[in-house]
């Protein structure tokens, strides 16, 4: 079974701050993990993701996540904020190794940036 | 390449009545999903296809909501009748083979109020 938790429904930053937004996991097997953003009346869009190899993957616009095993977290960071930023954040898990390719995401983090 | 395809995008219907909502996925993606996302919430997996077969219907309430994959291409998930609680947006997903099986790609989704 798998669940993911993230911390803080709301986050808000001012423009040019730093993004933090934190997601945990529970995975009873070794998990691939996600970052998806969603904007207003659109489908998700991949941001970034953990398969193997290095625990700190870089995704697209300056977005970055580091996955830490012995705190089961994967949080998404970006240095700067910009207002095209403002977005709902999803963080999602997967069981690896199986046919059950389907995501278990998290509540979701709407990210306010403020001018 | 063209991405996910759904359709309608919108749709308002009464409870009791009965509804269908479309996907196209990407070309060649042998996998399919439908979530269900409810205002407020993450997406939730309803069903899993791998070609034209169930690979997961677990969250799928069956005795009002059926999907199909006739042909391995498209899809249509029906809910009949409504309830008031499958106000949601319907979020269809896909995903390929070789590195893109970790990356499911969505549709911009079909937002359902049943009034």
């Known amino acids: 079974a798998q669940s993911v938790t993230q911390l803080g429904s709301h986050v808000s930053v001012s423009e040019g701050a730093l993004v933090l937004l934190r997601c945990n996991y529970s995975s009873s097997v070794p998990p691939y993990l996600f970052w998806y953003v969603q904007y207003p009346n659109q489908g998700l869009q991949l941001l970034l993701k953990?398969?193997?190899?290095?625990?700190l993957v870089k995704g697209i616009n300056g977005f970055e996540a580091e996955f830490k095993k012995s705190e089961t977290s994967f949080h998404l960071t970006k240095p700067s904020a910009h207002m095209s930023d403002a977005a709902e954040y999803f963080c999602?898990?997967?069981?690896?190794?199986?046919?059950?390719?389907?995501?278990?995401f998290g509540s979701g983090t709407r990210l306010q940036v403020q001018p | 390449e063209a991405g996910v395809a759904q359709s309608p995008r919108y749709k308002i219907i009464e409870k009791r009545q009965s509804v269908a909502f479309w996907c196209n996925p990407i070309?060649?993606?042998?996998?399919l999903y439908w979530y269900q996302q409810i205002l407020g919430q993450g997406p939730k997996l309803l069903i899993q296809?791998?070609?034209?077969?169930?690979?997961?219907d677990s969250q799928l309430p069956k005795d009002r909501f059926s999907a199909e994959r006739l042909k391995g291409v498209d899809s249509t998930l029906k809910i009949q009748p409504a309830k008031l609680e499958d106000s949601a947006v319907y979020l269809c997903?896909?995903?390929?083979?070789?590195?893109?099986?970790?990356?499911?790609?969505f549709g911009p989704g079909t937002r359902l109020t049943v009034t």
């Open positions: 997903a896909s995903s390929g083979t070789g590195t893109g099986l970790y990356e499911q790609y």
């Open positions: 953990y398969t193997t190899g290095a625990t």
């Open positions: 296809f791998q070609n034209n077969g169930v690979v997961d």
């Open positions: 070309s060649g993606h042998a996998t």
């Open positions: 999602a898990v997967r069981a690896m190794d199986t046919g059950r390719r389907a995501l278990t």
